[in-house]
């Protein structure tokens, strides 16, 4: 019952170098997010999925890229790491709309 | 655009003493979805407590209950007989009836929460 598994746990990126962060789900969700959480700030969010093809930027999307293309998988990509992107990443899914979400561990991203 | 605000950064119980993080919404909708996530120093983030907006009755799970003022669109969180292990960040999350971009939580900023022995 591994829920969503988020790789890697930890990570140290020089500036402009690029990165994928890896999520899967074993629940069939269709509904998968992407959150970046900063000190003091709460989590924002960066990209969403409702299903296998369709995905949409949410409040935080400059910088980041993603695909969907399983139901299970969701990964999010960094291309030119920059020092403002260090945080800790959040992967999440949701079966509806009205049931919390299931998060992944997250990953620390520090950027230098 | 709907918000979420957490305003006690900071707050302090005694354990088996009583506590309340307060949360307050702005939204327009009359039927949307309302959370509390605690965040252990593991960082997982973990759902304690779920309210719908249409039911009037307060949700309830062991320790944790909330009282839900739909009409000052307040949204706090009561932990009784506080333990050492609920010491936390605990945030209130809002989610709104529709899918797509409505449908997605927002966050407050969260409380920090710690229990004295």
């Known amino acids: 019952n591994a829920g969503v598994t988020q790789t890697p746990k930890f990570r140290i990126l020089k500036i402009g170098q690029s990165m994928t962060l890896q999520c899967t789900q074993d629940?069939?969700?269709?509904?998968m997010y992407w959150y970046r959480q900063d000190p003091g700030m709460g989590l924002k969010l960066i990209y969403y999925s409702v299903g296998a093809g369709i995905t949409d930027k949410g409040e935080v999307p400059n910088g980041y890229n993603v695909s969907r293309s399983t139901t299970e998988d969701f990964p999010l990509r960094l291309e030119l790491a920059a020092p403002s992107q260090t945080s800790v990443y959040f992967c999440?899914?949701?079966?509806?709309?009205?049931?919390?979400?299931?998060f992944g561990s997250g990953t620390r991203l520090t950027v230098v | 655009a709907q918000t979420v605000t957490q305003s006690q950064p900071e707050m302090s119980v005694q354990e088996a003493e009583t506590v309340t993080l307060s949360c307050t919404y702005d939204t327009s909708e009359s039927d949307y979805y309302l959370f509390w996530y605690k965040q252990p120093p593991s960082r997982q983030m973990i759902l304690v407590i779920r309210?719908?907006?249409?039911?009037?009755q307060n949700a309830t799970e062991n320790r944790f209950s909330v009282n839900f003022q739909k009409a000052a669109k307040s949204f706090s969180l009561k932990i009784s007989d506080s333990q050492l292990g609920d010491a936390a960040m605990y945030f209130c999350a809002y989610r709104g009836p529709y899918g797509g971009s409505q449908g997605n939580l927002i966050f407050g900023k969260g409380t920090k929460l710690s229990v004295k022995p």
């Open positions: 629940m069939n969700h269709n509904y």
């Open positions: 309210q719908e907006a249409y039911k009037q």
């Open positions: 999440a899914s949701s079966y509806d709309e009205g049931r919390g979400y299931t």
